[in-house]
């Protein structure tokens, strides 16, 4: 499960694209603020709107990223970390499919 980030956030990408999600990632994080979350989906006609960190297998977000994860926890949004392994247990697949079913 030795999967690069950039791997396991192409196939997120591919599978919301084709599920009919729209996605936003910075693509230079160079000069944005740190800590901001990889991927901001947003399922059209569903109002889910998902804020994930995507992170290999022993790796951890570092504190900036933990923080934007509370603030956006804490104003009702729905964060969360996958990781490869969530990709290959299904558990992404899952979440992408049943909540863009529900449009």
């Known amino acids: 499960m030795g999967w690069p980030e950039h791997k396991l956030q192409a196939e997120v990408i591919k599978l919301a694209q084709q599920l009919g999600w729209r996605h936003y990632h910075t ?7 740190p800590g901001f979350p990889d991927l901001v989906m947003v399922c ?3 109002g889910v709107l ?3 960190e995507l992170k290999r297998e022993g790796e ?5 990223q933990r923080e934007w994860l509370s603030w956006l926890e804490g104003a009702g949004q729905d964060v969360g970390v996958w990781r490869p ?3 290959l247990d299904g558990r992404v697949q899952e979440r ?8």
């Open 27 to 33: 693509h230079d994080s160079r000069r944005s603020v």
């Open 44 to 46: 059209p006609g569903t």
């Open 50 to 52: 998902l804020f994930r």
């Open 60 to 64: 951890y977000p570092t504190p900036e």
């Open 85 to 87: 392994r969530d990709w």
């Open 96 to 103: 992408l499919r049943a909540d863009a079913s529900r449009r």
